[in-house]
């Protein structure tokens, strides 16, 4: 739950965390190096797979939250840049404070007051100086900018090339504080170039911030709005920044989960888990739960993988762009899911320029091609990994027609399959469906492990199945009526009965 809290006033103090941004720029890039800690916001299930991914690219140990969905991994600012090359989290955000176990009041007065008085007692330096370089990180790779102080940093460094160019020029007018490094040649330029940084300081101090508080847990006596509301109100008090709840620069965020409390500031404006996809369908994926699927199965070089009903292509473009030594082959039944694959597709292409001079005739190792589920034109044993998010019966379909469609559905993809090596991660609400038709592959597929996901608020179940040894053919479960013949011979039996 969000909530900000309304409100103006003056350029706060210079003693915690200076609040210009163009004036401690340059301190937060060659100054000391800080030993900072990072919290993640990841898919919910997915937390060990994305610590693993934090050892494996950063070579830090994350710790998993008690509340679902967040890991914390400590980082230097000097390796900050590397947490935005992870591909499983969705929000980055510093810590400032965390309190394991918080001592929350009995009455709702003494907690929210209790609140208003730890603003001023954070250390809130370090996690400051970590946000102002990640805004220089995120400039240099072009971000969307956003906020009052992002537009006065971008002004500073503009006019700091014109007097590097200018410099024996007369100083211009709209000249920042950065420009008394410069030398001059006259006593007047000086004085003037003074009275200007004067007069654009208190435009250049002007922060905007907002505070979300994200509360779980049945035993607090406040809100998340009044928890916001009164935090807030503390910070703006003590920073004398401006609160704006739509076009803020900074996110305070106050995480209250039980009795563990952690307070950070944001490092990403928006989730990560969009990067891929510009046409999105009614159940796009998010690109972050479909790294962790493609994770779990563990995709080696040469490896074919296909996804049968890839909707909008989700996965296996994560997988192309991720791991790009396996082959991919994106297929759907609906030719309005196969063009917006495509059109992702290209979107990915005119991101990154790279990929139109790969080898690959797409850029990109993948095909797509709109097919039947149940009669995928592949040969037998040829796949390695099959991966796809089923149908719900929520959105698309319905629950009784899953009861339809899972089991030829399985019976297809184990077809397919390569035996004794094959796998496959299926994602599936519908869970009393997917075991009824998993006991009935027995032969076929065998279960070896299940992640829990929450998907869109759905407690779902992400499921890795190893093909077994079995010759597709020579099983019971390779025999399958139609789907006429078994309504027939209801229809007769039915009759009997009547009759």
């Known amino acids: 739950m969000s909530s900000q809290e309304n409100g103006g006033a003056e350029p706060g103090p210079d003693s915690v965390g200076p609040s210009t941004p163009s004036s401690t720029k340059n301190d937060a890039i060659t100054g000391d190096v800080l030993t900072v800690t990072i919290g993640a916001t990841v898919p919910t299930g997915f937390e060990h797979t994305a610590a693993e991914e934090v050892k494996e690219k950063i070579g830090v140990d994350a710790r998993i939250g008690k509340d679902r969905g967040r890991i914390y991994f400590p980082i230097t600012t000097d ?20 309190d394991d176990f918080y001592q929350f009041k009995e009455s709702k007065e003494d907690t929210l007051r209790e609140m208003q008085q730890l603003a001023s007692k954070l250390p809130w330096t370090n996690a400051l100086e970590v946000w102002k370089l990640n805004g220089t990180l995120k400039k240099r790779k072009g971000y969307r900018k956003r906020g009052n102080g992002t537009k006065v940093k971008s002004n500073a ?9 200018t410099e024996q020029q007369e100083l211009p007018q709209a000249e920042s504080a950065a420009e008394n490094q410069t030398k001059a040649e006259s006593t007047a330029d000086r004085e003037t170039s003074t009275q200007d940084s004067e007069e654009a300081e208190p435009e250049a101090k002007l922060i905007k911030f907002r505070v979300t508080c994200n509360r779980a847990g049945d035993k607090h006596s406040f809100t998340s709005n009044e928890a916001a509301r009164d935090f807030g109100g ?11 709840m739509t076009k803020f620069d900074i996110e305070v965020l106050l995480n209250i989960h039980k009795e563990e409390v952690v307070i950070g500031i944001a490092l990403t404006e928006e989730s990560l888990h969009r990067r891929n996809i510009s046409h999105f369908g009614p159940t796009t994926l998010r690109s972050t739960l479909c790294y962790g699927m493609l994770r779990l199965c563990k995709p080696q070089a040469s490896d074919i993988i296909i996804d049968p009903m890839c909707g909008t292509g989700a ?10 030594s396996s082959f991919y082959v994106a297929g759907d039944n609906n030719d309005m899911a196969v063009n917006r694959t ?32 149940c009669n995928l034109p592949i040969r037998t044993g040829s796949v390695d990994i099959v991966i796809t998010d089923m149908p719900f019966g929520k959105r698309m379909g319905s629950r009784k027609k899953n009861w339809d469609l899972y089991p030829p559905c399985l019976r ?21 469906c997917f075991t009824k038709a998993i006991s009935r592959m027995g032969g076929l597929w065998r279960r070896l492990h299940t992640v829990w996901v929450n998907v869109g608020g759905l407690h779902a179940g992400v499921y890795l199945l190893k093909r077994t040894e079995a010759v597709f053919g020579q099983t019971p479960e390779d025999v399958h009526e139609s789907r006429e013949t078994v309504n027939a011979e209801g229809d007769e039996k039915g009759a009997e009965e009547l009759s």
Do not use: Y
Not at 86 to 98: A, P, Q, R
Not at 315 to 324: D, K, M, R, T, W
């Open 79 to 98: 390796k900050l840049f590397q947490v935005h090359l992870l591909k499983s989290v969705d929000n980055l955000f510093v810590v400032v404070e965390e």
């Open 157 to 165: 460094e503009a006019t700091d090339a014109t007097v590097a160019e």
């Open 234 to 244: 503390a910070v703006q008090e003590f920073f004398q920044w401006k609160a704006d």
């Open 315 to 324: 996965i296996p473009l994560e997988g192309a762009i991720e791991f790009n």
């Open 342 to 373: 495509v059109n992702n597709l290209m979107f990915i292409m005119i991101l990154n320029p790279f990929w139109l001079f790969s080898n690959s005739a797409s850029g990109l190792p993948i095909d797509t091609v709109q097919w039947d589920l």
């Open 412 to 432: 297809e993809m184990a077809r397919v399959c390569t035996p004794g090596t094959g796998k496959a991660v299926l994602l599936t609400q519908d869970k009393k």
